[in-house]
């Protein structure tokens, strides 16, 4: 699996409007979590407006369902990284959105996208789908 460190190293010299190193950090911690089987823990790691969106249950049952579907990532790769002003069911702001290509125990070929939040000093994730 491609280490979220190696992604890292080569942002270094990114644009200054591109998501920056702990944008991408918080999206590799997120993703190791899901990796783990423990989406509980997953769930305490989105934003509040996640939550509201789904509750904890529906958050659980997509994350399980994908792997379920998809089988465990294998590996990953950073393949786009930007910032939009708008994201479907959030209110305007800056989303950095992460998007990798992750190769699964089911298909060679599937787009992971992560959306980190920094909210009260801290990283969530306010939205996170795999297909």
Known sequence: MLGFCDLL???SSAPANLPSQ?????AGHFARINDSDNSSTAHNQVSSSLRL????QEVV???????HLLGPVLRRQ??????????PRFPDG????????A????????????LPRHLDGV????DYGIR
């Open 123 to 126: 990283w969530q994730v306010a």
């Open 94 to 101: 800056d989303y950095p959105i992460v998007q990798l290509d």
């Open 9 to 11: 190293l080569g942002l």
């Open 22 to 26: 702990d944008t991408v950090a918080a």
């Open 78 to 87: 950073l393949t786009a990284l930007r910032s939009s002003g708008i994201y």
């Open 61 to 67: 049952n997509a994350i399980e369902r994908s792997q």
């Open 103 to 114: 190769r699964t125990l089911h298909q060679d070929r599937a787009a992971e996208v992560i």
């Open 53 to 56: 969106a789904r509750n904890e």
